[in-house]
């Protein structure tokens, strides 16, 4: 099973006054390839989203907003929400996602596959 892996978006985001835009798939290697899946979560305060692992496929997380916390197996992870960060989960890693924030947040999640395994794996 792997770590966690946070890529690095730096000058990949367009940012100016208004805020930043950012095309994720790129980053994630999976330009011009078929998705399987592409959604958006929002989080409210103190919500916790997760708690599960997926056996057969990656999957990526876009941050839009925080401070959250992704728990990855023994692993946690602060978001600080200042800027979009992005995070590649390998198959088989527990994770979770916490909303420590006082306002709703956002996040992006896709992966390759159409029909994701999940199992349920309490973290939080």
Known sequence: MGKVRRLAIGEKAW????????????????????????????MQPGAIRGNHAHGSAAEWLLFCGGPAALIAGEE?????????????IPPGLPHAIVNRSDREI??????EEKELQTAPAKLL
Do not use: C, M, Q
């Not at 946690?76 to 590649?88: Q, R, Y």
């Open 106 to 111: 956002f996040v992006v999640v896709f992966y």
């Open 15 to 42: 940012t100016d006054a208004r805020g930043w835009v950012l095309n994720p798939l790129p980053l994630a290697g999976l330009e011009g390839k078929p998705l399987g899946n592409f959604h958006v979560a929002s």
């Open 76 to 88: 946690e992870i602060l978001v600080s929400g200042t800027e979009p960060e992005l995070f590649e």
